[in-house]
């Protein structure tokens, strides 16, 4: 019989991520592409493996095909091990009959039989959705110390954006005394960040009863953490002090992406001790051609570089064409960019064509109305012809 | 691809360390770094895996520790298998006195339980001095079809006395049949040079390890190839498309330069055929406010603050505000400070050089700067 797990993660992968739109009309949130050469369930795995955590659970439910050929065996990360390691998990049949996962609280009671497997002490819950670097072993650390039965991470926000969050209020321990969905005036600045870390039989007790009360939402910021609080249950505050950044928006996707270009934002993906791991599909190395003017900008394997690049993220197999203008842009793996086309200010898709004369967004300097500047983003798959134009703000997800 | 089941690959990674000795002082000839990323072992093995060869073994002789290193369990060529799959073979001492063989056919008598218990009627032999992105399908195929003792694979090149060392020539006739074998000979111009890449039956091969090992044998070319032409039938195979040979520092630096030309490069990195090789981890390039890079190959993790015309960088490689670098090649973890100026500069792995320093070489001369070197 193999050991009991310490400590195992629960990741939840399941999100449709409606906000994004075009980005995910055919893959789950976790599995759009980030930062050059990622997706963004990257982070968490690694921060995973780079924490010692060895057995992972990521749960999934819309368009899950992309996100399970990407985990795969979970090799790219050290997650393909003997005993534990990562296992996608999905909704299933049972005698009772078959349930969708309702709801972040409900997606873990359903797995319950997953957890036991490995009878762990604690039980980290994760979403898939976010971008930052995070050791998970200093939050159970912090669990431990404090004798609790729940402690959520919390990071600092700016009162004006407080109330877009889950708000924890804290006494001078840093015990949590009250919790405010999106509160219209918030008491505090703590903002609930989605990561979790409950004692296991805690945890357990709440979600059964949960699932029993039958409340609809089945929700860890909406049911748990009310109801642990409400019944005098230990729940702590960790404050997590890095990088941190929700990509669940278009507009907030973009801006993560450029914030690795910012010299002042503490995101490091060159740190050798805590590697982001990706799967890596055998490209060579981009070639920069004679042409090429690059400026500020992050570019990967087996791009091919001829036109003028500009504080922009360039994902493999990228093409851009001597002529063509990339400009605070995203280019997602395997899009042509030809000669005379513009892009500024926009997310393209994967395995996009944009032909010579096509353009693509606009910077915010050129435009009168500031409320009608936004970033103009092309879906996947898309071919955007030389008499296009695709404004500010506007989303394609067909061929124009 | 069901055939090569039947087929097995013998890579050897450290026959000619001697033709580029500076590259080869802490490495073997299958551990030097080739193309930004990749290392020359990496292209025979990717062929082989390419052509549906799912058994390779890998003969080593000295020097290997990067070579495991890279080769791992084999898992990144998908050669990681439970049936068959990548098999390191360093030497073995049972039937040569001191372990350390002088040709392929000595070096196959010291592993050949090992070919002798792969389930292969075939055998395929690769070195790692010629890069190219080859089918041995094909080869294979041929190989049957003619019912030639040894196919040899061979490329058109442009041959002359200062080629290098070790240039196999062949002479043929019409039918593609080898009538001699040629070591530097005393010729210039076009030549029909082996790649040194064979085809043959298990057990011819094991015949011929067998015979020289009795009469204290070691070479496949000039033991057995050259003295009988005319008692085996040996085949060529000719490889049309791109190939470089590395037989000298400055060969190599020629054929690593050679791969900024589209024409080369797609001819190597072809799609569905990729080349494999070990996964570094590394982020993206970034390219800082004031870079500026033209003509060149860069890989991974790279961080780009200065210029960089005409050169190949491998993954990690700094270079620094107000640095110059042209037509060079530099190694993995190559850290040039901020202000530098280096023209047709080869560093090895982990050279670091400090602020403002000047390096030059030249194309028919390039300067070699050595593992770990701090300037």
């Not at chain 2, 062929?47 to 070579?67: A, D, E, F």
């Amino acid at each position: 019989m193999n050991a009991k797990k310490k400590v195992i993660a629960m990741l939840l992968a399941g999100g449709q991520g409606s906000r994004l739109y075009a980005l995910t009309q055919n893959v789950a949130k976790p599995a759009v592409p980030y930062g050059g050469k990622y997706r963004i369930i990257d982070f968490a795995l690694s921060n995973c493996t780079n924490s010692g955590i060895d057995t992972v659970g990521v749960l999934t439910q819309y368009q899950p095909l992309v996100l399970n050929e990407y985990i795969g065996n979970g090799q790219p990360w050290d997650l393909d091990r003997m005993y534990g390691g990562v296992h996608v998990l999905s909704p299933f049949e049972t005698k009772e009959g078959a349930d969708w996962f309702q709801g972040t609280a409900n997606a873990i009671y359903q797995n319950m039989r997953f957890i036991e497997r490995y009878d762990p002490e604690y039980v980290i819950v994760l979403g898939g959705d976010h971008i930052y670097k995070m050791d998970y072993s200093k939050l159970v650390e912090y669990h431990e110390k404090n004798k609790a039965d729940g402690t959520i991470a919390v990071i600092d926000v700016p009162k004006e954006e407080a109330s877009r969050f889950g708000i924890m209020t804290c006494d001078a321990e840093n015990r949590v005394v009250r919790f405010t969905e999106k509160p219209k005036e918030p008491e505090s600045t703590l903002a609930s960040m989605g990561i979790y870390c409950f004692t296991w039989q805690k945890l357990k007790k709440y979600l059964i009863e949960n699932e029993n009360a039958n409340t609809g939402s089945k929700d860890f910021g909406k049911d748990i953490i009310p109801s642990m609080l409400a019944n005098k249950e230990r729940l702590f505050a960790y404050t997590f002090d890095g990088y941190w950044k929700d990509v669940g928006t278009l507009d907030s996707l973009w801006e993560a992406n450029m914030d690795l270009l910012s010299p002042s934002v503490p995101l490091d993906l060159y740190d050798p001790k805590w590697k982001i791991y990706a799967r890596h599909n055998n490209m060579p190395p981009q070639y920069i051609g004679e042409t090429a003017q690059i400026e500020n900008s992050m570019i990967t394997e087996g791009s091919n570089i001829s036109g003028k690049v500009d504080f922009s993220i360039i994902f493999s197999g990228v093409t851009i064409e001597e002529g063509a203008v990339v400009n605070y842009s995203i280019l997602m793996p395997g899009t042509v960019i030809k000669s005379g086309a513009v892009v500024e200010y926009a997310i393209v898709g994967e395995n996009c064509t944009v032909e010579s004369g096509a353009k693509i967004g606009i910077s915010p300097e050129e435009i009168q109305n500031r409320e009608d500047w936004g970033i103009a983003v092309v879906g996947h798959n898309v071919t955007v012809s030389g008499t296009a134009v695709v404004k500010p703000k506007e989303i394609i997800s067909e061929n124009v | 691809m069901s055939v090569n089941n039947n087929v097995l690959g013998l890579v050897f990674a450290s026959l000619h360390d001697s033709t580029v000795i500076e590259l080869t002082k802490q490495r073997t000839m299958g551990s030097i770094m080739f193309g930004g990323r990749y290392r020359l072992i990496d292209f025979p093995l990717s062929n082989m895996v390419n052509s549906g060869i799912t058994q390779v073994g890998v003969i080593t002789k000295s020097n290997y520790g990067s070579l495991l290193d890279h080769l791992g369990t084999g898992r990144e060529w998908d050669l990681a298998r439970k049936q068959g799959g990548l098999h390191l073979l360093p030497p073995f001492s049972q039937n040569v006195g001191e372990g350390v063989y002088r040709g392929r056919l000595e070096a196959l008598n010291n592993v050949w339980s090992y070919v002798e218990h792969s389930k292969c009627e075939y055998v395929v032999l690769s070195d790692c001095d010629y890069v190219a992105n080859i089918n041995f399908e094909k080869v294979i195929k041929q190989h049957m079809e003619t019912e030639a003792d040894i196919t040899v694979v061979y490329g058109k090149y442009k041959y002359s006395e200062e080629s290098g060392s070790c240039v196999d020539v062949l002479e043929m006739d019409e039918e593609g049949r080898v009538t001699a074998v040629l070591i530097d000979p005393l010729l210039s111009g076009e030549c029909k040079i082996s790649l040194d890449m064979f085809v043959m039956k298990k057990d011819f091969l094991r015949k011929l390890v067998k015979d020289a090992a009795s009469k204290n044998q070691y070479s496949l070319v000039r033991d057995c190839l050259q003295p009988k032409v005319k008692e085996f039938v040996i085949k060529g195979y000719e490889f049309d498309g791109y190939f470089s040979r590395i037989d000298s520092v400055k060969h190599y630096y020629e054929a690593n330069l050679a791969l900024l030309k589209p024409e080369n490069r797609n001819q190597l990195f072809k799609p569905g055929a990729p080349v494999y090789t070990k996964i570094g981890d590394n982020g993206p390039v970034k390219y800082g406010l004031e870079a500026k890079a033209s003509n060149s190959l860069i890989a991974d993790g790279c961080i780009i603050e200065g210029t960089v015309e005409n050169s190949i960088l491998f993954r990690g490689v700094k270079v620094g505000k107000g640095s110059v670098v042209k037509n060079c090649i530099l190694m993995q973890g190559t850290n040039i400070g901020a202000d530098c100026s280096l023209t047709a500069v080869i560093t090895d792995k982990n050279v670091t050089t400090e602020d403002g320093r000047v390096l030059t070489g030249s194309d028919s001369y390039p300067v070699y700067i050595s593992k770990n070197a701090k300037l």
